[in-house]
């Protein structure tokens, strides 16, 4: 039995404040609305109860942002993809920005469990002057419960019409792609902070960015304290298997990589990232997402 999820919101300016419309069909919705940053920032948590996604099901959330709107969307957990008998399971994302719209996109990490077949989908729409700053995480298998990812296959589809595509099939049995120095070199986590802009981001504004992001790895690295308790290698202050760069593939998209044999060295690092970005762009402080702190 397939259980299909459906996610509809839109963000409206009325004033100085971002509202939100939601409407959703099966079990995906929204959890919380906050203003933790004022009136014009809108942050939803948003949920699916049932807590995991299996073959067959599929899972979509659809945000369209009025002009001059800001929201800011997390979940309360990671999402969990399944071991399948077959069918693929469906995650598709798409945010459309009117002109002068932002969205920050940060949603815990997608675990894919040993076993499944899963799809994973990212698109940003963006209107000339709109920005989005979105994340995606992918942690596979559990290897703190000793559960690899010896079986089953996970595509990641990250995209900004017209400005960049990323495209990317992950299977259990591709050795090469997961063990080579050119591919994942054994690490289990994978993530991609992208900074998206509809108009092309100045020159100085763009290396800004990048020096930013640059300036965070290299503050990660030297940080003799392993973050949410991850080791350390003895010789070098920098959190056991984390590697981490900063490119600008086009001249709207800014893009941090990361990879890492743990989540939260991980997150750590793209929280970092997030937070320079916003001070840097937007003028405004990190603001973590409440859930985050509970």
Same mark, same amino acid.
């Given at each position: 039995?397939?259980?299909?999820?459906?996610?509809?919101?839109?963000?409206?300016?009325?004033?100085?404040?971002?509202?939100?419309?939601?409407?959703?069909?099966?079990?995906?919705?929204?959890?919380?609305?906050?203003?933790?940053?004022?009136?014009?920032?809108?942050?939803?948590?948003?949920?699916?109860?049932?807590?995991?996604?299996?073959?067959?099901?599929?899972?979509?959330?659809?945000?369209?942002?009025?002009?001059?709107?800001?929201?800011?969307?997390?979940?309360?957990?990671?999402?969990?993809?399944?071991?399948?008998? =077959?069918? +693929? *399971?469906?995650?598709?994302?798409? &945010? $459309? !920005?009117?002109? #002068? %719209?932002?969205?920050?996109?940060?949603?815990?990490?997608?675990?894919?469990?040993? =076993?499944? +077949? *899963?799809?994973?989908?990212?698109? &940003? $729409? !963006?209107?000339? #002057? %709109?920005?989005?700053?979105?994340?995606?995480?992918?942690?596979?298998?559990?290897?703190?419960?000793?559960?690899?990812?010896?079986?089953?296959?996970? !595509?990641?589809?990250?995209?900004?019409?017209?400005?960049?595509?990323?495209?990317?099939?992950?299977?259990?049995?591709?050795?090469?792609?997961?063990?080579?120095?050119?591919? !994942?070199?054994?690490?289990?986590?994978?993530?991609?902070?992208?900074?998206?802009?509809?108009?092309?981001?100045?020159?100085?504004?763009?290396?800004?960015?990048?020096?930013?992001?640059?300036?965070?790895?290299?503050?990660?690295?030297?940080?003799?304290?392993?973050?949410?308790?991850?080791?350390?290698?003895?010789?070098?202050?920098?959190?056991?298997?984390?590697?981490?760069?900063?490119?600008?593939?086009?001249?709207?998209?800014?893009?941090?990589?990361?990879?890492?044999?743990?989540?939260?060295?991980?997150?750590?690092?793209?929280?970092?990232?997030?937070?320079?970005?916003?001070?840097?762009?937007?003028?405004?402080?990190?603001?973590?997402?409440?859930?985050?702190?509970?």
């Amino acid at each position: 039995m397939t259980w299909p999820a459906h996610l509809q919101l839109h963000y409206r300016r009325e004033g100085d404040r971002t509202t939100a419309l939601d409407t959703h069909h099966g079990p995906l919705r929204v959890l919380k609305r906050l203003y933790p940053e004022g009136p014009g920032i809108c942050h939803h948590v948003l949920v699916h109860p049932p807590g995991g996604v299996v073959g067959g099901d599929e899972l979509r959330v659809t945000a369209h942002l009025d002009a001059g709107t800001h929201a800011v969307c997390t979940t309360p957990g990671a999402t969990r993809f399944y071991r399948s008998e =077959g069918a +693929v *399971a469906r995650q598709r994302v798409a &945010l $459309h !920005l009117a002109e #002068g %719209a932002r969205m920050e996109w940060l949603p815990l990490e997608a675990i894919a469990h040993r =076993g499944c +077949v *899963a799809e994973n989908q990212l698109q &940003l $729409h !963006l209107q000339p #002057g %709109a920005q989005a700053m979105a994340w995606d995480v992918l942690a596979l298998g559990l290897p703190a419960a000793n559960e690899a990812f010896d079986s089953g296959s996970f !595509l990641q589809h990250l995209e900004v019409p017209g400005q960049w595509l990323e495209r990317g099939h992950i299977r259990a049995s591709d050795s090469t792609l997961l063990h080579s120095p050119l591919g !994942l070199a054994g690490r289990s986590v994978s993530a991609t902070l992208c900074f998206a802009s509809g108009s092309p981001w100045p020159v100085d504004q763009r290396e800004a960015l990048l020096e930013a992001a640059r300036a965070a790895i290299s503050g990660l690295a030297g940080n003799t304290h392993a973050p949410h308790g991850a080791q350390h290698d003895s010789g070098a202050k920098r959190p056991i298997g984390l590697a981490a760069g900063a490119t600008a593939p086009q001249l709207g998209v800014v893009l941090l990589r990361v990879l890492a044999h743990r989540v939260e060295p991980a997150m750590v690092l793209l929280a970092a990232v997030r937070a320079a970005w916003r001070a840097q762009a937007w003028g405004l402080t990190a603001q973590p997402p409440r859930i985050w702190r509970t």
